[in-house]
């Protein structure tokens, strides 16, 4: 079963910065775009920054010149760069992939849409 972790998440310092990692674990055949999503108290989930793993990159405007991603595709692996943090950063940060896997019966790629289990990042004043 494919699966997404995420690491690198916690607190810092107003201006201070952290780099999230997610990784694609299980049977993946091929990763699309991959990206990361954040839910900050009370609000609706809303895009970072997502990268197609063929140089289209899309930033949120909020974040833009802050923060940066970039991936490995060789390891199904995207990060976030987080620098210039500030308290409005403060959220719960999701991964988020498409992904295909080898369907057995067919022996062709199915693709589904994933998300890992999130992540906490606080910055504080």
């Known amino acids: 079963q494919v699966q997404l972790v995420e690491s690198g998440g916690g607190s810092a310092q107003a201006g201070g910065s952290l780099r999230l990692t997610c990784a694609a674990s299980g049977p993946v055949f091929e990763a699309n775009t991959m990206g990361w999503y954040r839910e900050i108290a009370g609000k609706q989930r809303e895009l970072v920054a997502t990268?197609?793993?063929?140089?289209?990159?899309n930033i949120a405007e909020a974040v833009k010149g802050r923060f940066a991603i970039s991936r490995d595709n060789s390891k199904n692996t995207v990060y976030l760069q987080m620098d210039s943090l500030k308290p409005e950063d403060s959220a719960v940060y999701f991964c988020?992939?498409?992904?295909?896997?080898?369907?057995?019966?067919?022996?062709?790629?199915?693709?589904?849409?994933?998300w890992g289990r999130g992540t906490q990042v606080t910055v504080y004043s």
């Open positions: 990268n197609n793993g063929g140089g289209v990159i």
């Open positions: 988020n992939a498409d992904i295909a896997v080898i369907k057995p019966l067919t022996g062709k790629p199915s693709w589904s849409n994933y």
